[in-house]
Every structure is written in structure tokens, then in C-alpha cells.
């Protein structure tokens, strides 16, 4: 249970730039830990303006760099002089889900190549991991591409972490961390998890997070769609409880929630958790 109170009362909330944003930004916990998305239709700029907002309201806000709309390195420098200019301590590398890259980077690797070679100023920087797979990506590319991260961070001498895709089979979860653990996988891991939100709301956008798989688990296993869903809506702790058991063993170090900008009711549920965990 201490375990499982720890993870919940730090977890990070990611928010997207959109305009029904504004009316949950007052219901962000004070001092938490805020991701911000950035996406092809909004731009990076947008991500970066939301940003400053997090930060001016308290917060720690971690913005999302899209490798594949950064145009070149002096796209790259201003990224960095971003991060040092306005005490940015963590930043999470995306690849991003522009159909074609604007410039020279296909990918977080080569970006963060480039990147760690500027005057970021950063504390951490976080990648992403895929336990259900990526929906275009082989198995093994993605493999490789999450090992190459990690010696690029070790070698600069910046700490690393990374945050998964949200996903819903802890079995399977679990299983794809042993096995990067095996093959020589060290950085720390934050669980990526719904936030509270509503039943359907979760699966139709599940669809357009690259998640297919976890979203057919839950259809094809009528055991694991009660288990995991009250009438109330998702209940995070039923996929967290599970996790927070191997957190020591498997190295996981805190939990990425998707708010889907539905921050009020996240916020209830965390809230509510912790006076349960007491």
C-alpha cells in the first residue's frame, strides 16, 4: 500500500493544448508535475506558450519536444535555449505524429543526439517505450531504438527515464519489462496510465493513441472490462495495484497519467486514492 500511496500522490498529469484546457487548469494539484503534448496540428510553439503558462501557475512543467517538427539543429538550440532560459528541470522526446518529417529528424534519436550536444540545462530527459508495441514500428527497431537512448543519455552524463504508452494488460506490461530489464534496460519507468475518464470516452480515444492491442484485450476479456471499470467510469488503481507490487524489483519509478484534459476528475480520484491509502 505504501507503494501504491507513493505512486499516486506523485503522478504527473499530462495535458493537451486545446481550448477546453483552460477551465481544468485550476484544478491541477498545487506543485504537481505537468507534461504538456505537443502535435503536428498544433505545433510546437503551442506546446512551448503552455508551457510558460504551467510554470507561471506553480507548476513543474515538462513539455514535449517533437523530434519530426524540429526543422534543423538551430530548431534544436532554440528548443535547448527554451529549457535554460525558463528553468526547465525535465523535458519528454517524441518522435511526434507528423506524416513526414519537417527536416532532418525521423526519429528521438538522432534529435537527441543534436540536443544533448546544446546548452539545455536540463536535469532528466525522458523517452518513450512502447509494452504494446507501435503500430508502424517493428518490434525489434523500437527495441533498438530505447537501448540506443539510453547509452546517448549514459554517455552525456543526463540522468534518463521514460514513460510507456497507456495500456491496460499488466501481465503483458510486466512481461516487456523483465524482458528490457534482461537485456540490459536500466532506466527508471513511469507506468503510462488513464486518468479518471469516462468508459467509452477511454476506449474511442484508445483508438487513436497507437494502443489497438490493449483496447482488444479489453474487449475479447469481459473479466478484465468489469474488473477494470466501475459505474463511475475507469478506475486507474485497478491497473496501478498490480504494478506497484514490482515497482521495487522492475524499477519503476512513478506513473504518467493521460488526463485527456479531464484534469478535475483525475484530480478527485488521486485525492480520494491517497485518503483510502492513509
Not at 118 to 130: F, K, S
Request: charged residues 20%.
Amino acid at each position: 500500500m505504501t507503494t501504491l500511496r507513493h505512486l499516486i500522490a506523485d503522478a504527473r498529469y499530462e495535458v493537451i493544448p486545446l481550448k477546453n484546457l483552460e477551465a481544468q487548469l485550476e484544478h491541477i494539484p498545487t506543485g504537481a508535475s505537468v507534461s504538456v503534448t505537443c502535435s503536428f496540428a498544433k505545433g510546437q510553439q503551442t506546446t512551448l506558450d503552455l508551457t510558460r503558462r504551467i510554470l507561471d501557475l506553480g507548476h513543474m512543467a515538462v513539455p514535449h519536444f517533437s523530434a519530426r517538427l524540429a526543422a534543423d539543429d538551430v530548431a534544436v538550440k532554440e528548443l535547448a535555449t527554451f529549457c535554460r532560459d525558463n528553468g526547465i528541470q525535465e523535458v519528454f522526446l517524441v518522435a511526434g505524429d507528423a506524416p513526414e518529417p519537417v527536416g532532418k529528424y525521423d526519429g528521438v534519436v538522432a534529435f537527441l543526439r543534436d540536443f544533448l550536444g546544446m546548452d539545455h540545462g536540463l536535469q532528466r530527459i525522458g523517452v518513450t517505450a512502447y509494452p504494446d508495441g507501435h503500430s508502424i514500428i517493428p518490434k525489434q527497431v523500437v527495441h533498438e531504438a530505447l537501448h540506443q537512448k539510453q547509452a546517448l543519455l549514459a554517455e552525456a552524463g543526463i540522468p534518463g527515464f521514460v514513460s510507456t504508452q497507456m495500456h491496460f494488460d499488466t501481465k503483458q506490461w510486466i512481461q516487456w519489462l523483465r524482458d528490457e530489464r534482461a537485456a540490459g534496460f536500466e532506466l527508471p519507468v513511469h507506468i503510462g496510465a488513464p486518468g479518471a475518464i469516462d468508459r467509452a470516452k477511454l476506449i474511442s480515444l484508445s483508438t487513436k493513441l497507437d494502443i489497438g492491442s490493449s483496447v482488444r484485450f479489453l474487449q475479447k476479456n469481459s473479466g478484465a472490462i468489469f474488473k477494470m471499470f466501475r459505474p463511475g467510469g475507469y478506475n486507474p488503481t485497478k491497473f496501478l495495484s498490480p504494478l506497484a507490487k514490482v515497482s521495487d524489483e522492475l524499477n519503476i519509478e512513478g506513473i504518467h497519467l493521460f488526463t485527456f484534459n479531464n484534469v478535475k476528475a483525475t484530480a478527485e480520484w488521486q485525492q480520494q486514492q491517497l485518503a483510502k491509502l492513509s
